[in-house]
């Protein structure tokens, strides 16, 4: 089957309508997902608003970028160690 990928703009208002009263059955049997998909949106989106759900996925891209610099860091520190060890 293909996976299809929603934005997160569509994920929010799958979770607004659901929100307004629209039965879950037949939301999801419109949106094409499965009642464990649309739950787990529902636990992650709920409440929120398009713009703070951006805001808090900014924050999280930027750490996931940061711990990569830290680990490339880590590396070269750990190889300059052993290359000065093994000289003296």
Do not use: C, H
Not at 5 to 20: G, L, T, Y
Not at 26 to 47: N, P
């Amino acid at each position: 089957m293909k996976r299809k990928r929603f934005s997160v703009e569509q994920i929010v208002a799958v979770v607004k309508q659901a929100e307004m009263g629209i039965p879950v059955a037949e939301l999801i049997r419109q949106v094409g997902i499965a009642e464990q998909t649309f739950y787990r949106w529902k636990k992650q989106y709920v409440g929120l608003e398009v713009d703070q759900v951006r805001q808090l996925k900014q924050p999280q891209e930027e750490n996931v970028r940061l711990k990569r610099v830290v680990a490339d860091l880590t590396l070269d520190k750990v190889m300059l160690q052993d290359v000065l060890s093994k000289k003296l």
